[in-house]
């Protein structure tokens, strides 16, 4: 395991759920894990102290940090400033709009051609509390991305990639593998932090490739059927399903997707979670 490295900052305390990577050798294979960046554009989530800026800066075609805190913005704006290929973006990446950022352009576009948008890479340390948060939004703009390498509490990735079956296994695992292949690379202690945090870490890598068209449920409604039937996860799929739709349709449906009416959500692949959603798409469509 690489050495916690030996020059340390004042331990100060974390303001946003801030600890900052602080292990020169874990940056790097955080930055590694991101495949050639040479000819892409990188989003980073929450730079704070640049320990990752830096390596992307000189690797990546265009760097576009976003950074909440407004005194770590103005430092990296002070440190990057003659890097022509950086962007620092004081902003909460929850309320920055990637259609803005990302999509064409006015004036740009012309009649019969398809611009498509380059797929970009996502790199960050993200904070714990909203970990969650943070992923639904890049889902929701996933035609943007195609590499997501994030740091997160090693409970939560546990829960990112577990299995249908396993414990862990919920909304959020399902969200994930709905909408790419998650792979936990490896695991980063407290000790490289600064100010250390209470847990270990987890890095992540998400390859983008939404399920949704193959599983014939494209559209918005899959993900309120997800939830719906995570909703409380002591109950049963019926008990959950039923406070939407009525036993009819419920019966039909579960016999048609041939699943149990006495299973629960977090035993369900998403190929069984898609078959129930779609016969009770079609039982609305006939009524």
Not at 139 to 152: A, G, H, L, N, R
Request: glycine share 6%; no cysteine; proline share 6%.
């Amino acid at each position: 395991m690489p050495k916690v490295a030996s020059t340390r900052r004042p331990q100060t305390k974390p303001k946003l759920g801030q600890h900052f990577l602080d292990n020169e050798d874990f940056a790097a294979r955080v930055v590694d894990a991101l495949g050639d960046v040479s000819q892409s554009t990188v989003l980073e989530i929450g730079p704070g102290r640049g320990i990752l800026t830096s390596l992307l800066a000189r690797r990546a075609r265009r760097l576009i940090a976003v950074e909440l805190d407004r005194v770590l913005a103005a430092q990296l704006r002070l440190k990057f400033g003659m890097a022509r290929n950086v962007e620092v973006i004081e902003a909460d990446v929850l309320s920055v709009d990637f259609d803005s950022l990302f999509g064409p352009k006015p004036g740009l576009s012309r009649p019969g051609i398809d611009l498509r948008p380059e797929p970009m890479k996502v790199v960050g340390n993200l904070p714990y509390y909203i970990t969650s948060d943070i992923l639904l939004r890049l889902f929701e703009f996933s035609k943007y991305f195609d590499t997501i390498v994030i740091m997160v509490q090693r409970e939560v990735a546990d829960r990112i990639a577990a299995q249908p079956g396993r414990r862990d296994y919920g909304m959020l695992s399902a969200t994930a593998q709905l909408y790419g292949h998650v792979e936990k690379l490896f695991t980063l202690p407290p000790g490289a932090f600064v100010p250390p945090p209470k847990v270990h870490s987890t890095v992540l890598r998400l390859t983008i490739d939404p399920q949704q068209e193959k599983l014939g449920v494209a559209g918005d409604g899959f993900i309120d059927f997800l939830r719906l039937s995570f909703g409380q996860k002591r109950k049963t799929l019926w008990n959950n399903l039923k406070a939407k739709y009525d036993t009819a349709e419920l019966k039909r449906a579960l016999a048609e997707a041939k699943v149990k009416a006495t299973a629960r959500a977090e035993t369900l692949s998403l190929e069984e979670s898609a078959a129930i959603y779609r016969a009770l798409r079609s039982t609305h469509t006939e009524s």
